[in-house]
Each structure stands twice: as C-alpha cells, then as structure tokens.
C-alpha cells in the first residue's frame, strides 16, 4: 500500500532483511491432500500478503494464513503445505513460519503431526481475539471467515456525534450489516458503517455479503487507505443491539469505533461494531523500539 510495504508471494525465496532462513526454502508444488481427503479436492493455496516492515512479521502471516483458512472452499484440501513451502509463499524465514503457525494451532485453527504434516481442524470453534496490532490486511483477516447479511442501507444525514469526521458532507450512505459464525450460525456482531457519498457509490452489495468494508473498500473500490484508527470500550446492548446478537438487555457487549482515512486524510468509513461480549476478548500488543 506503500513505498515501506512489500509483496511476498512464491516469486521471492529470500528476503535480506529479516531473520535468516531457519531451514531451505522449497518453491516445489503443494503437498497433496491427505488419505482420507477425496483425491478430486484441490489443494490448499494460501492467499498472497503485503508484508509491512514496521510489524510483527509472523503475526502479519499467521493472521493472513488464517484468513485463508477460514475463507477457503468448502472441499478444499485438509493438509497445509509444509512450513518450508508456506515460508517462500510469503517470503519469510521458516522460524518465522512455524512462529504464526504455533499461533494459529494455540487458537485451535490447525493441528501438527510428527511425520504426516499440518491439518485444518474443521471443526474448531473460534473465539477470536480483538487485537489492536496490524496492518489492513490484518484488521480483514480477522473479520474474515463470518457470514453476513446486509440488513440495510441509505443516504442519511451526518449523525451528530460523526459530524467532526464529515465536516464537508451533509450526508453519509449508511451500511448495516449482521455477522454469524460461519459454522454455527450464531449471530457474533453487527456493524453500521458510515460512508462517504462519492465512495459509497462505487459499492456493491454483494461484495458486503462476502468481504468485510475495510476490503471492499481497499481492494474493490481501489481507496487508497493511509490509516485506521480503532476505539474500543465496553457497553451495555442497547433494544437494538440484545434483538440482533440474541443477547439480554443491557448484557456486556464490546463496542469498536473505526475511521478509515485515504491518502489525502479524509475519513472515508467510520465503522462502529458491536460485538457479543461472550465471543471476543480484547488484547493490546505494545511492542518497544
């Protein structure tokens, strides 16, 4: 996204600027699925990632390797590739692999098995994390793999407490949107998102259904976001809030506050989230120089 960011896909097997290589990295095709896989089920291909230099590398790739987990196809492969294909995947060293894979098996999101390889756990439960450490692709990963439902949008004016964010707007294009757990079906947040006009209008509803704003509108829309800033508090569910998260009247929820800003400064998205206090935990990661 800029100048500081690079792209780690299969093309680069060394990268002189991190860690060394913790073993040889192999560009060679994807493992094939395991035995008890069907053998027609294509194999499991990670998403390519922008790495940013001034993060936690392996938290960059582990959550970016989650949200491809978590978006993949239902009769994709099981079987992950080894931790030497998956390090030249994304560019990394494998110390720095087995890194965000450890991460991802701590969440209960894939199992390891001496000899016969890593696997996705199918069936594993998720309660994720809110964490305030990360880039775009960061904050989208871990909104990745809900099923949502657009419950409604429109042209309404500035509400009152967003007017400091659109001070040349007299109007925003308001998204509402529920979020269940893609297996459960239980309703885990709902969000409303407030869009500037001109950006909202390049917005197509089914990519809502399927992609999180921050990616519709980075990837989609083309907006050049610059940065994100987040707010977190905890609250009480409001009638609105109990009704959509089947959660009791003024139970626990936490309450996340997003501007999204582009290149230029101006504030594109401010997205306020309400989540289930029973599904998510916060955790602030502060790293020093």
Known sequence: MTDSHE???GEFATREDVDARGGSASASALPSAPSHAPSSAPSFAPDSLVLNRKLPLWYQVSQSLRASI???PQDASLRLPTEEQLATHYGVSVLTMRQALKELETEGL???HRRRGTFIEPRARRATPVRLLGSVDAIVAQQSGDATTVL?????PVPGDLAEFFPDCGEVVSFRRLRRDGESGEPTNWAENAVRPEVAARIDLTDLERWPMTKVLHDIVGVKISRITDTVEARLA?????DLLQVPLLSPILHYTGVTYDEKGRVVDVARIRYRGDRFSFS???EAR
């Open 238 to 242: 409001d009638p609105v809030t109990a």
């Open 70 to 72: 978590l978006g993949r």
């Open 284 to 286: 602030l990661t502060v």
């Open 110 to 112: 894939i199992s390891r």
């Open 7 to 9: 792209t780690a896909t």
């Open 152 to 156: 409604g949008h429109g042209a309404v």
